[in-house]
């Protein structure tokens, strides 16, 4: 599987920004996907996950309420909709894949087997 991630650039805090994420190879059914994100100088983070059965999507609790994540697995795309932003989501934000990650292993980075190459979300104050 190949993930093409995009839709990052510059905003303004409490602006709104959408990520999109493509993937080529296989259909997106019965595969869990999720968000990541790595700020400068900061290890990576889970930000949002779908399941392989389509449950959730479950956020953490920093981007809940605030991010919304979709998927369409016909276009076998995955969306990022980040609404209010402030200057700590500045971060390069991942797409990610595993066809055999169960749910309790959601929001563990190590669980996912396919990677897309980020893309970089800067707010600004």
């Known amino acids: 599987v190949q993930l093409q991630a995009c839709g990052g650039g510059v905003v303004q805090a409490g602006e709104s920004m959408r990520l999109s994420c493509a993937a080529s190879?296989?259909?997106?059914?019965?595969?869990?996907v999720a968000w990541f994100r790595q700020a400068p100088g900061k290890e990576r983070e889970f930000v949002a996950a779908s399941s392989r059965t389509g449950s959730g999507p479950y956020y953490s609790d920093d981007v809940k309420g605030r991010f919304t994540m979709s998927r369409d697995n016909a276009k076998s795309t995955v969306y990022l909709q980040l609404n209010s932003l402030k200057p700590e989501d500045t971060a390069v934000y991942y797409c990610?894949?595993?066809?055999?990650?169960?749910?309790?292993?959601?929001?563990?980075?190590?669980?996912?087997?396919?990677w897309g190459q980020g893309t970089l979300v800067t707010v600004s104050s």
């Open positions: 190879g296989r259909t997106l059914r019965g595969v869990a």
């Open positions: 990610t894949a595993g066809a055999s990650v169960i749910t309790s292993s959601l929001s563990n980075e190590n669980a996912y087997a396919y």
